[in-house]
């Protein structure tokens, strides 16, 4: 079974528009990356959150940790063609205490935004 | 160009042949991973290095592959005797520290990664 799932698997939304991904696990989660990747390319880190009840925010997007750390959002606000992509979650199910960076990844979410 | 080189972007080759993969990260990286990922899915981990030394191999990492980062520098990924399973994008990524208001946390660059198909 996947230890870390994304909802929804796809996403079209209207530009301008906002939206929500989650990501789930059954296990505590002791850092919780966002990552975006562009089809056929590489993952380009967006944010990380380690303590239960975070969240961080850059430009457009604000990702939250929930308090018993097994369940993380991302939000976009007011969507951009420049914010399609895949988003996909990774984390550390072992409390190293920084991460080793051995992730477990969601399978991602496809956002694309009409404009 | 300071990020995570990989060589070659895309690979085609025939069942049964050997390919090999390069990586190259950023220079004062100490630790090196390789990942997996097929379409649809998340990357998978398959191993890493601490310098020259590959501390951890996944499950995944059949007994085709092999992995060697010679001067703790660059990084080839061989996968020998191919299999149409192999088919995937091959990821490599090194470890740094976050800078604030990040506190104690790393985070994985990754390369823009290795295509290849096996036909």
């Known amino acids: 079974s996947q230890e870390l799932e994304q909802s929804p698997q796809s996403l079209i939304v209207q530009e301008g528009k906002n939206l929500t991904i989650n990501c789930t696990s059954s296990k505590t989660l002791y850092g919780l990356y966002w990552y975006k990747q562009k089809y056929g390319e590489g993952l380009i880190f967006l944010m990380m959150?380690?303590?239960?009840?975070e969240e961080k925010s850059h430009e457009k997007i604000t990702a939250k940790l929930d308090e018993k750390k097994q369940q993380s959002s991302l939000h976009i606000t007011a969507s951009q063609p420049s914010h399609a992509g895949i988003y996909l979650c990774g984390a550390d199910l072992m409390n190293y205490g920084g991460s080793q960076g051995n992730l477990i990844f969601g399978k991602g979410t496809k956002l694309s935004v009409k404009p | 160009d300071t990020g995570v080189s990989q060589d070659p972007r895309h690979k085609i080759t025939k069942r049964g042949q050997n390919v090999t993969f390069r990586c190259d990260p950023i220079s004062e990286h100490n630790r090196l991973y390789w990942y997996r990922q097929t379409l649809g899915q998340g990357p998978e981990f398959l191993t890493y290095f601490q310098n020259e030394a590959q501390l951890e191999k996944s499950r995944l990492l059949s007994d085709r592959f092999s992995a060697e980062r010679p001067k703790g520098s660059f990084s080839t990924l061989e996968i020998q005797r191919t299999e149409q399973g192999d088919s995937a994008m091959y990821l490599c990524?090194?470890?740094?520290?976050?800078?604030?208001?990040?506190?104690?946390?790393?985070?994985?660059?990754f390369g823009a990664g290795s295509r290849l198909t096996v036909l």
């Open positions: 959150l380690q303590k239960g009840g």
């Open positions: 990524a090194s470890l740094s520290n976050l800078p604030p208001p990040y506190s104690g946390a790393n985070v994985l660059t």
